[in-house]
């Protein structure tokens, strides 16, 4: 029995832990991403809540400043799943409030209602109302992210995703999420225990998912870094593809994805992205950005009148910060410093 109980501590109190570490990992990691941020900020309050269940679960007089901290910190993990999902899919400038007034609000609401009613003057509050209420508000906040994601999740019904892909990763995150409410919300049907003991369950197949997805990518690498392509052949290929581009203006599709271009073209995806690194020494994401960005400048040059957003949307950019970021990075200045200095060469008498 002390065996099993200890095991017990192990693997719930251990995926608490390594979530923390996690959640430093994605906050550090290279590129610094607003979408790690968000992810990192989540996995953070998914550990102390879960640290929290752990430790009421084997000692159920902790202070009650654990206990309302653990909740507190539980309120948070739906929004910031929302949040995630939100940049991931390019979305995070179209939000009605924006995600700083957001996050505030919710941080200045549950640490009010802290004051007011700490846990510790009224635990049947906490332990009865507040908890429903926090768990609903997660609940609306997964459904918020579904119907974000939505697009995505119709997506992966018309095509084979390898687990070398992004949204393998990003969908794995919001199951997870779902299995984690779900064994809180039937924790009176089961054992409190249990919320602690999925996150380490959902952790560890995330972990999995994690390394895997890179594995692929080595495979990948390794199967075409020795292959070198005929000079004449790429050539061919960079000719039709530059064609294709103009043509059918694809970058202008802010979801296009090299598959698809390579499966247009007739050729294997990893061929097209050794194709681009070796003979045109830019990755696939630089490669259509330099679309987006002529056609950004010609509008900016042309339709003096049409704002930011609207030419960072017509040229393929899921957000206008995307949009700023990139053109800074290819052009070395800013859409606004551009506009204005090809105006003063069009019209120096103004």
Not at 5 to 20: E, P, T
Not at 140 to 145: A, D, E, I
Not at 185 to 213: D, E, N, Q, R
Request: glycine share 4%; net charge positive; charged share 15%.
């Amino acid at each position: 029995m002390v065996i099993g109980s200890l095991m017990l501590l192990m693997f719930s109190g251990l995926g608490a832990l390594n979530g923390i570490f996690l959640s430093f990992y994605f906050f550090t990691a290279k590129p610094k991403t607003l979408s790690n941020k968000f992810l990192a900020a989540m996995l953070l309050m998914v550990s102390i809540r879960i640290l929290k269940s752990v430790l009421y679960y084997f000692h159920e007089n902790i202070a009650e400043t654990i206990l309302q901290i653990g909740l507190s910190a539980c309120f948070f993990i739906g929004p910031l799943l929302y949040l995630y999902c939100v940049s991931k899919v390019g979305n995070i400038e179209k939000q009605w409030v924006k995600w700083p007034l957001h996050l505030m609000g919710l941080f200045i609401f549950i640490v009010g209602v802290g004051i007011v009613y700490p846990y510790q003057n009224h635990p049947e509050l906490w332990g009865e109302i507040f908890y429903k209420v926090i768990n609903y508000i997660w609940l609306l906040y997964l459904l918020m992210s579904a119907f974000v994601l939505l697009p995505m999740i119709k997506k992966l019904n018309y095509q084979q995703l390898s687990l070398a892909d992004d949204n393998i990763w990003l969908m794995s995150i919001f199951l997870g999420n779902w299995v984690i409410w779900l064994a809180y919300f039937t924790s009176s049907y089961t054992s409190y225990i249990v919320g602690a003991l999925s996150f380490s369950f959902v952790l560890l197949l995330m972990l999995l998912v994690f390394i895997k997805s890179r594995e692929n990518q080595n495979k990948q690498h390794i199967k075409y870094e020795n292959k070198k392509i005929i000079d004449a052949e790429a050539e061919n290929i960079i000719g039709t593809l530059a064609h294709i581009m103009r043509e059918k203006e694809l970058y202008k599709d802010a979801n296009i994805t090299m598959p698809q271009i390579a499966k247009i073209l007739g050729i294997s995806a990893p061929y097209l992205s050794q194709l681009l690194n070796d003979n045109c020494n830019k990755s696939f994401s630089l490669f259509i950005n330099e679309y987006r960005i002529e056609a950004a400048k010609s509008l900016l040059v042309q339709e003096k009148k049409m704002s930011m957003e609207v030419i960072a949307e017509q040229c393929g950019f899921n957000s206008q910060s995307t949009f700023y970021s990139t053109f800074k990075k290819i052009v070395t200045a800013t859409p606004a410093a551009f506009r204005k200095e090809n105006k003063l060469v069009i019209s120096p008498e103004l």
